[in-house]
């Protein structure tokens, strides 16, 4: 279904046709990238899908955000893997195909950031193969945080992984963060050039935080407006309830991406928190839910300055 031929409210000028790329912002200049503090020898390890590092080498997470300026180096690539690690093999029946679903691609979203966004991950899955077609990866630098309270919220939630350093040298405000997914967008042909909404393509969220709450917090603490493709999101844990609603009426509380791993016997791959890996494992949910039979269909969206949510039984 083409999103770009909705038509939507545009409650306060919130969800026009607006996109970041429209305005006037300057783009960053990429001249002044950070050197990164991997150096090919002694690297840091910041290494991410652990249990799956007996059979991998950490993954670059300057590569993840395309500024790896050591590919050429054979020491630091023999050190950190430069691809990523693929989702779950999944055998295609056709003798039991997989459920047609409303969108060709989702777009698995999950923020990490309580105070502000401190990072961006998606993962684009492709809906009829169940692969992973690309991958966007961004640490966000917040805009009101500053100076010693930064570095604590830093400390804080990155650590724990040794990860400070890297997002310092990495990381980005918010707007330059949604205009390179603006660029990401653009190459993957998912956003109406007219509407600006996002086109055969829906995001995927862990409840409805993230677009419903977070994105919106943001971008009135980085003074930008709302971008017209974060109007509508597909809550997992909506679907979640509904398609597995027998073992979802058995526990008490919403499912949360532990606790609906648990359910499909899956293991969690890499650090839970850390938005990359997270991203990765709904990823897989999706993916497993989908080989199960659900259909992935919207379960809420804005209108104006309002949220409507589609399902009745719902989180
Ligand atoms: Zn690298």
């Not at 306060?12 to 960053?28: D, E, I, N, V």
């Not at 290494?47 to 630091?76: A, I, V, W």
Request: positive net charge; charged residues 25%.
């Amino acid at each position: 279904m083409a999103l770009g031929s909705r038509v939507l409210g545009s409650g306060r000028g919130f969800l026009s046709t607006f996109s970041l790329k429209r305005q006037s912002y300057c783009q960053a200049s990429r001249s002044d990238e950070a050197t990164p503090s991997i150096s090919p020898c002694g690297a840091p390890n910041h290494g991410r899908f652990e249990d799956l590092s007996r059979r991998r080498k950490p993954m670059c997470l300057y590569f993840t955000q395309n500024r790896c300026q050591y590919m050429d180096s054979p020491e630091h690539l023999e050190k950190f893997s430069h691809t990523f690690p693929e989702l779950d093999p999944v055998v295609l029946d056709a003798a039991r195909p997989l459920p047609r679903q409303p969108f060709d691609k989702f777009l698995v979203l999950d923020l990490e950031g309580k105070v502000e966004i401190l990072e961006f991950p998606v993962v684009l899955l492709d809906a009829k193969t169940l692969t992973v077609v690309d991958r966007f990866h961004r640490f966000v630098r917040p805009c009101e945080l500053k100076g010693s309270r930064l570095q604590a919220y830093i400390a804080g939630k990155y650590g724990r992984w040794k990860l400070e350093r890297l997002w310092e040298d990495t990381a980005i405000p918010f707007q330059e963060t949604l205009l390179a997914f603006e660029d990401w967008l653009e190459q993957h042909s998912l956003r109406d050039p007219e509407s600006h909404l996002l086109k055969n393509s829906a995001f995927v969220t862990c409840g409805n935080w993230d677009i419903k709450t977070k994105i919106p917090e943001q971008c009135i603490t980085s003074g930008i407006p709302l971008p017209s493709y974060f109007c509508e999101w597909i809550n997992l844990k909506d679907i979640f309830l509904n398609f597995y609603n027998k073992r979802a009426r058995a526990k008490s509380k919403a499912p949360g991406m532990l606790s609906m791993m648990r359910s499909l016997d899956m293991r969690v791959q890499g650090s839970h928190h850390l938005g990359l890996d997270d991203a990765h494992n709904i990823a897989r949910i999706v993916q497993k839910m989908e080989s199960d039979g659900a259909v992935l269909s919207i379960t809420a969206k804005r209108r104006g300055n309002r949220v409507e949510f589609l399902f009745q039984n719902r989180v």
